[in-house]
């Protein structure tokens, strides 16, 4: 039986989502290239490699630095041209419940690492709160994607006016050590984020769903129950 | 086989006439204000009387063993390079965020005004390739600067090394292990500043660093212990969810 499909995600939305994937995955792995090789956290074979790849360390910057300046004016002119969207996406994913989030992180977080027999030993219910169009974590992500973007642009582009216009060097020092903080906080929450998206068996209707832009009814009642009450009727 | 150049200077004979530091500045068209070396001047201490006596020092940069300027550096644009021993900079690869020139205690490194990049000696590079030795070696005419390869026994530098007693500007806290070497005695040898990294510099390494390591870490940690259990209890874990579904 063909189980009837909810609309999530928008062609607009879609496309800006590949597009930021792609971008934001090549400029982390360029920019880790760029970290000196004497305590990169990855090792010293790490930056050597990009740096040969890319045939010098100044092409790597070169591609990381323009790649980053288009991603940023291409985000700059989606949220612009969809502001109202932008501006609900923001809405949305800011409007936090204290409460419910934090039962929904704590448990969640210990039924997905360590399962449901762990969540009973610890001496709590299995049942997790009800969520919204974003669940908890998929919020905080969102948090601190959109934070660390607006970040990333700010210190990036004080990076590379430095030695065009900056006469005075502390900005620029003190952005590249925000730009990696950033960078590692947004890497932290992507590697869960690619793992939920592409590995996960639970969740992949979630990732067929930003390809074609719709869920299953019982993936929606499930995993976003609050939302599915909102739209069920609508549809 | 890697070299490892040094100078060595006899500062009893410099004059003061400053004219390395001249053809330095032209070698390299330097901006108004700036030099890559230097000759220092030790304050003549009159009470001596009649002993009174001056000394001129030349100097630039240390090309150091444990150069600080490079540890400063957040991408590797500033290095140590391996064959030669000189420190040197990519100014392709340097964003200009002047940590490297705040970190070294000679005082050997300016933010060109112009090209916002740091500068400093580099030997002049350009002539060692033609042969020629650096211009303000070149150029001293009491012969007070002499350059060479320290892994090379025959070179003069190494020679004076070996059968004159040396002495080397030193800095504190870190030893910067300098590859300037002294004849005798010079003076001043008090104008170095402390060796201090700039704060971004330390926060970057001391802070930074590390909660990249703990954070990215455990959220790697995280995804290998959900990709375990979705492995190993794969089913059972889809049939909670249908029952789930069920209920």
Redesign the interface.
Known sequence: MQERMIPRHDKGGIFIHWFNAVCWITLTLTGLG??????N?LGGWY?NLMRSLFG???ML?TVHMYLGLFWASVMIIYVLVRFRESLAFLKEIFSIRPARDMIWMVKK?IQ?????KMLKKLGMTPDIPPQGFYNAGQKLFAQVTVIAALVLIVTGVT?FL???V??N??P??????IH??FA??A???L??HI?MAA????ERPAFKSMLTGTVPE?YAR?HHELWYQQVKDRI | MKKKYAMVVDSSVCIDCKACMVSCKVQHSLPRGHWRNWIKEMRPDFSLGKYTYGHFQPGNCMHCENPTCVHACPSGATYKDEETGIVQINEDFCIGCGNCIVACPYFARYRHPVRRVPDKCDYCQDRLAMGLQPACVDTCPTKARVFGDLNDPESEAAFLLRTRDTVKITTSPEDTKPNMYYLASTEPMDWPGEVKYPAAHSTMTGLVNPLFKIAVGLSGLAVAAMLIRQIFSGSESSEQEEKKEEA
Not at chain 1, 172 to 177: F, Q
Not at chain 1, 199 to 202: L, T
């Open positions: 760029l970290i000196n090789e004497h305590w956290p930056p010098s360390p100044e910057l977080n997905m690492t360590m399962g449901e990076m430095s030695t065009m900056l006469n060097p502390t620029v020092a003190w952005s590249r050590t990696y903080l590692g906080l890497l932290a929450g590697l869960v793992y590995i996960s068996r639970e019982s499930h």
